[in-house]
């Protein structure tokens, strides 16, 4: 079954990691849906690091949701 670009994109700018738990990567979404509430809820208390930690791993998540969902889609 095809999966949608634009709801794997849009679910994991809203919720980090649902995107890829769209696409099939279960522990890998789980993972980084983890990774960002830990990150994210430590950068309301320490600005800096945390907050840049948190937006890479916003950023590596929605590279890998859409290389995730173009394998699914067999592009």
């Known amino acids: ?4 670009m634009v709801l794997a994109v849009l679910l994991s ?6 995107g890829l738990m769209y ?3 279960i522990g890998l ?3 980084f849906f983890i990774l960002c509430l830990i990150f994210g809820f ?3 208390f320490t600005l ?3 907050s840049i930690i948190s937006l890479v791993i ?3 998540n929605l590279v890998l949701t ?7 889609n067999g592009k």
């Open 1 to 4: 079954m095809a999966k949608s």
């Open 13 to 18: 700018v809203f919720l980090n990691g649902i």
């Open 23 to 25: 696409a099939g990567r």
């Open 29 to 31: 979404g789980l993972l």
């Open 42 to 44: 430590a950068s309301i």
């Open 48 to 50: 800096g690091t945390t």
């Open 58 to 60: 916003w950023i590596i």
């Open 66 to 72: 859409v290389q995730t969902v173009n394998k699914a």
